[in-house]
């Protein structure tokens, strides 16, 4: 054999020598990523259940220390609890010292410090569990019960990006009434036998109070997070505009995610995922008012997005606003660890899974069964979504590898 033929064989060997190699590696790496998103998954799966219970036996630290310290740029928990149940059971149960109206806000809230120092933000409850909220995907109160239901989604997504939330009943006579602020308490009134207050928001009514049974009052109680972490509030790329007659550049410009991509943060880091993983959570919970989202401040698009306010979420099992969707089917791009995540909740498991992990919050049920099975139905729209995406541009441009590592010291 001539010397130049050694040499081309020699190089055709040397290529596909080079190309098997990246090929294995990459496929070794991607199934070992697998994997891990499995046992994640199972890992997720066996601790759903949190019994609510005050033992903090290993520790000498207060639930709220502990909570504080689990706060990273990217979780708001980490991935193994086991002081979970002592936190949330602080939370339903600490006496409450003080009671203010909410933060700024248009529904109504208030804003109660717990024995210990521990803000959190208190929604009362408006709605029975199978009252259901018509005409726009916006539209009603906001519902506490919601917000109990996300937290725990975002637990079984693996998103871990969720404020705690609890349920909790309080008695507006004994619990909030003594401790109350002069402006909190302006607002108490009595409908009946029923105590009742309208506190102050934009959208707080005299005339639109919460009314308690008596008063003893249904809520929901999420922990404020750490005051080292500040937030900084931002305008959502794919808000709405809330005006009649009026469409946002994204309800009709099909191209609209490739100018996103151009804008900062969404042009590098992980913020344009982190909105899509939203959409995906959104339009599971039926929330189409996620029209701002909140990060850590000075975060140059690193931290999360921050799963606050979902309590506009839950209000129509039979309506699914496929426009919550619109990040994910307009940049088709999702996270492998999130697309293996819902696939591994399909059949049943999901709706299952939401279930267990809500069955020893004390407000259960928290959900009606409707809103249950409308949560099986909306994933397979999403993997249907996630599949035409697919089937258009490929898998290797659709699933986006992009893990980060995430430590809690």
């Known amino acids: 054999m001539?010397?130049?033929?050694?040499v081309v064989l020699l190089a055709i060997l040397l290529v596909i020598f080079i190309f098997t190699k990246v090929f294995l590696i990459d496929n070794l790496d991607t199934s070992a990523a697998n994997r891990e998103d499995q046992r994640a998954f199972h890992r997720?799966?066996?601790?759903?259940?949190?019994?609510?219970?005050?033992?903090?036996?290993?520790?000498?630290?207060s639930p709220w220390e502990i909570?504080?310290?689990?706060?990273?740029?990217?979780?708001?928990?980490?991935?193994?609890?086991?002081?979970?149940?002592?936190?949330?059971?602080?939370?339903?149960?600490?006496?409450?010292?003080?009671?203010?109206v909410g933060y700024k806000g248009t529904q109504l809230k208030a804003l109660l410090i717990l024995e210990g120092g521990q803000k959190v933000v208190f929604k009362p409850k408006r709605y029975a569990r199978d009252y259901v909220v018509e005409g726009e995907p916006y539209a009603g109160y906001d519902r506490h019960n919601a917000e109990v239901a996300a937290f725990h989604l975002d637990r079984i997504l693996g998103f871990r990006r969720a404020p705690l939330v609890v349920g909790r009943f309080v008695n507006l006579r004994t619990e909030i009434k003594?401790?109350?602020?002069?402006?909190?308490?302006?607002?108490?009134?009595?409908?009946?036998?029923?105590?009742?207050?309208?506190g102050k928001c934009y959208y707080c009514r005299e005339t639109e109070p919460a009314c308690a049974d008596g008063d003893i009052m249904e809520g929901?109680?999420?922990?404020?997070?750490?005051?080292?972490?500040?937030?900084?509030?931002?305008?959502?790329?794919w808000g709405r505009t809330y005006r009649e007659g009026k469409l946002a550049r994204w309800e009709y410009d099909e191209s609209y995610c490739d100018a996103v991509k151009k804008t900062s943060p969404y042009d590098s880091g992980p913020r344009l995922l982190d909105i899509i993983d939203t959409a995906i959570f959104d339009?599971?919970?039926?929330?189409?008012?996620?029209?701002?989202?909140?990060?850590f401040q000075d975060d140059e698009g690193a931290s999360m997005l921050i799963l606050l306010d979902n309590a506009k979420s839950f209000g129509n099992p039979a309506l699914d606003e496929r426009s919550i969707l619109a990040p994910l089917y307009q940049c088709c791009i999702i996270r492998v660890s999130t697309w293996n995540r819902l696939s591994y909740l399909k059949n049943g498991v999901l709706k299952s899974a939401l279930?267990?992990?809500?069955?020893?919050?004390?407000?259960?049920?928290?959900?009606?069964?409707?809103?249950?099975?409308a949560l099986d139905q909306r994933l397979l729209s999403i993997l249907a979504t996630v599949k035409q995406c697919t089937d258009q541009f490929g898998p290797d441009v659709v699933l986006v590898e992009d893990r980060m590592t995430l430590s809690h010291l």
């Open 2 to 6: 001539k010397l130049k033929q050694r």
């Open 44 to 61: 997720m799966m066996a601790s759903l259940h949190v019994e609510l219970d005050p033992r903090l036996d290993h520790t000498l630290q």
């Open 67 to 100: 909570a504080a310290q689990w706060v990273v740029p990217r979780e708001v928990y980490p991935e193994e609890t086991p002081e979970l149940g002592a936190v949330m059971h602080a939370m339903t149960t600490k006496k409450i010292i003080k009671a203010d």
């Open 178 to 198: 003594p401790v109350a602020t002069e402006q909190l308490l302006g607002t108490f009134m009595t409908v009946g036998n029923n105590t009742c207050f309208y």
């Open 220 to 237: 929901s109680v999420t922990l404020w997070l750490p005051d080292v972490w500040p937030l900084q509030k931002h305008r959502h790329p």
């Open 283 to 295: 339009y599971l919970i039926g929330n189409a008012d996620r029209h701002h989202y909140e990060s």
């Open 355 to 373: 279930k267990t992990a809500m069955s020893h919050d004390p407000i259960s049920p928290v959900l009606s069964d409707p809103h249950l099975d």
